[in-house]
């Protein structure tokens, strides 16, 4: 178990969130979203995955090594997040299937990993890389914004099936066991977007309050989203 979980973790079994993405740049709906789910899950810590080369969506503007960097000045400070670089010194496609087993095999077999997902990103779950096998190593929690539109709406046939056979009403119960169970919750997500603060920089209009400070000092002193 890396040190980090191991200090954090209360008594019984480790429960350990995962959030990746291309965080291009990481902004404060990102934060505010896993330290929701870090109280509502009771998580340990939550490690936030900066995506090198993303599958399902063009490349990033933004070279690894500076949104990697913007998520470092991001988590700094709160002890239960951990900026996590495995996917940067890996080659090839940043597939997730590969980044948990990585996991899995770095913090044994006992702790628990909940992989985080909007609710529209499970959607398109069976278009992933592996994904059957996705609950095998991990447990999924899937973020449902109030206002969004019905899990069960436009689920494919497959996806029903798992979520019906996986989903566990108690999130307590992710601690019970190291994978292979799905978890909704609903928060109140900042509508908040990374492609809007990308407008906003390009235009010159200030970003201020959309995220960290120290983000936004990096991003102008590397002349980013220019």
């Not at 190593?137 to 019906?164: D, G, K």
């Amino acid at each position: 178990m890396a040190k980090s979980e191991a200090e954090h973790a209360p008594a019984g079994r480790p429960l350990v969130g995962i959030l990746g993405g291309t965080f291009d740049p990481i902004h404060y709906g990102h934060l505010r979203m896993a330290e929701e789910l870090a109280d509502i899950l009771s998580l340990d810590t939550v490690r936030f995955i900066p995506a090198a080369t993303p599958p399902h969506r063009q490349q990033p503007g933004t070279i690894a090594a500076h949104r990697a960097a913007m998520v470092g000045l991001a988590v700094a400070g709160n002890p239960r997040f951990i900026m996590d670089e495995r996917e940067l010194h890996r080659d090839g496609v940043s597939y997730t299937i590969d980044t948990i087993i990585s996991l899995r095999e770095e913090l044994g077999k006992e702790t628990a990993i909940c992989l985080i997902m909007g609710s529209d990103a499970f959607v398109r779950l069976d278009t992933w890389h592996r994904w059957s096998e996705l609950l095998d190593y991990c447990h999924l929690v899937l973020v449902q914004r109030p206002n969004m539109a019905s899990l069960q709406e436009n689920l494919p046939v497959a996806l029903q099936a798992v979520l019906q056979d996986h989903a566990t009403p108690d999130p307590s119960t992710l601690r019970s066991s190291s994978a292979g169970r799905i978890s909704v919750q609903q928060i109140a997500a900042l509508d908040i977007s990374a492609t809007a603060i990308r407008e906003d920089l390009l235009n010159r209009h200030s970003p201020r309050y959309l995220l960290p400070d120290s983000v936004i000092d990096y991003i102008h002193c590397h002349r980013l989203y220019r």
